[in-house]
């Protein structure tokens, strides 16, 4: 994975300290123009990896892309489902079941569902299969080596103990997208602790890493503790606190933690993404001259 | 250990079930839920132990308190014996259809001495617990108006009918949004006692009302503005705020950001003359077990803690929801007339 990877909360208006900036991202991005002119922005700085949620809009962006292989080359697209939105106000809508019905492709829920309580263990499986392809199907012909699974939907596993799906998340991503699975979470040691019990070893997470203490559940000590153990390959996010931390600070004390292999964030200006490129590189060098002298 | 057994997995009850599976100290004894597919995963994937019948798993699993999630009318029967057979209760919001039936189970909570919760989460976000510091500490002076709003998008267009969009089972943006809104000017002010005015506006939905709009008055003297309309697509999600204006300074509060204006130099710690701005991760505690916002494992914890005697439990008491009721009703009846 890149040092550095772009993320697309701008782009969507999540934001987690400001009701006001989040409209104010909203009216910006309000064409898909305006996302590609800053992902060009991101990509002239040296960064080619995109992380962004299976949000309806970056089917456009993904076409904008395959419009254009020879700019786009080399570059990646971390896809992170679902966009849980859509469910949860669909969940509110249809229920549970209204919901699978939805959008599980085919007629496989309504044939579950008339084939009474025997169901296999092997169905619900199948069933997230399904809704991983169809939640992939606006990457076709995108490169994409690393694929999310939603901190909501991995904690909701996580809470209720639903390890089976964590399992065949990761080996359906593996075997049918050739990809990496990763796992977004704000449960970092409980987390690692459960998929190394299945089996799941030196995994990708992306989590919540920053110097306040925001999102990281368990508490800073004890994520620092995971970390020097070494035992997951970290894309660091809400490395800014949710802009509670000022960024220089912020992001000198990620790039100064060992293991972690990236840093994710989102900005929408030019002097933004350049200033937060060029300070990760700053730190990363003192680190490295540190690494050489001793 | 606190035993812990839940009545219906839906959308909320899976968020709980989910912040209780992963508390260090509780144990999951029991789910019921009615949809068979959602008993069979959980059975399943979870290893619960699942029951058709609420009463059967109270008898049979002998928790120590009971989570209900399940719609609004269904509250006042169940809770009702769940009380009567002496466990601890938390229940979701609103807290029933009408005040008499919060009253009687109000009464009845006290009565047995169990600890009893409503999940009015926003008193667990760190800007209003803040706020609500703040106007207890009289810092802003008398307040002379205040304006409550929640906007959203959960009817955005004419759909599928579900309870939430029938008034018989506590359907509507009153019931299920205002709610909450009118919950946080009890907590903060005081409890809205009079209501000159009010407007319940159907949108997109047949039989219930899509937007409020009252005019209220609470018990210490304040009076002020309730905008709610959870038909308002230009949010992501619900986004709930309350300002509050004073003969000494104004304060502007949603769930992420606090704004703070002073007139004078009689200032709170931490707090200087004119606009000071304070964002939820500066006044948010760490939780253990993060899903989907720390209020939300927050108001659990307190639950759990109440349980095992590790607080005042006086969050949220049925109490507290009983006087949310009593003004919802103000407002419904007002727009009637």
Redesign the interface.
Known sequence: MERIIFGDNQFFAVNHISDEKSRAQSIKFKDDSAIIKTLDIAIASGINTFMCTTHDRIANICEIIRKDPEKYKDFKVYPCMPYAHKYANAVTELGIAGTLKQYVPGNFVTSLFKGGVAYLSKDFISIMELMIDAEMKMFTGINTPVIFLQNVITDLLLGLGMEDFLVGYAKYIRQKYNAEPGFITMNLPKLLNVLEKNGIYNPIICTSINKVNFRMSGGKDLYEKVLSEGRCRIIAMQVLGGGAIPAGEALEYVSNLPNVESILFGASSRQNIENTVETIHHYDKIKNEKLVMN | MVKVALIGA??MG??H??????HPNVEIVGVCDT????V???E????YKCFPDYLKMVDESRPDAVFVSVPTKYHYPMVKELLNKGVHVFTEKPFCLNPEESSELAQLAKKTGVVNQVGYHNKFVGTFREVKRLITEGSIGEITHFQGEAHG??VVKK??E?W?SDPNEGGGCLMDYASHVIDLINDIISPIDSCKGSMLKSIYSKNVDDSVYALVSTQSGPSGVISVNWSDD?Y??M?T?ITIIGTEGKIVS?A??LKVYFKGENLPENYSKGWNVK????L?E???????GEEYSAQIDYFINAVIGANDRNINTFDSAWKTDKSISLIKKQSIL
């Open positions: 839906g959308k899976l968020s079930l989910s912040i209780l599976g992963a949809s068979k597919l959602v069979e995963v959980l399943r994937y979870s290893g998008p959960v759909k599928s579900t939430r230009t992501r999600k986004s705020s949603d992420n950001e964002y939820v991760t500066d948010t760490e939780v253990n077990f993060y899903l989907r």
